[in-house]
C-alpha cells in the first residue's frame, strides 16, 4: 500500500467517522426536542414549551455526544471487517 492509498483511505474512514457522529448527536437532540416538552406537558410544569424543547435539545445532545464517538468507531470498524471480507470472497487468491 502506497502512501496515496493509506492518505486516501484515512480521509474516507475519518469522513464516515464524522457523519455518523454527527448523525448521533442530531438524532439524540432531535429526540430531546419532541421528548422534553411532551413529558413536561405530561407533568404539568411551569415551563414554557420552547424552554423545555431548549433544554432537552441541549441535554439529550450532550448525552448522545458522550456515547457518540464510541459508537461512531464501533460502527466504522464492523463496515470496514465487513468490506474486507467482501473482498476476500471475491479474490480467493
Do not use: E
Not at 20 to 43: K, N
Not at 56 to 67: D, E
Not at 87 to 92: E, K, L, W
Request: charged share 10%; proline share 4%; glycine share 10%.
Amino acid at each position: 500500500m502506497n502512501l496515496r492509498n493509506i492518505v486516501g483511505s484515512s480521509c474516507y474512514w475519518i469522513g464516515w467517522f464524522l457523519a455518523y457522529f454527527v448523525a448521533i448527536v442530531a438524532v439524540g437532540g432531535l429526540i430531546g426536542v419532541i421528548l422534553f416538552p411532551l413529558i413536561g406537558t405530561l407533568f404539568s410544569v411551569d415551563h414554557p414549551v420552547g424552554q423545555l424543547a431548549l433544554s432537552g435539545l441541549k441535554q439529550l445532545s450532550f448525552l448522545f455526544g458522550i456515547w457518540a464517538p464510541a459508537v461512531s468507531i464501533v460502527i466504522c470498524v464492523m463496515r470496514a471487517r465487513s468490506d474486507r471480507v467482501a473482498v476476500a470472497q471475491q479474490n480467493p487468491d
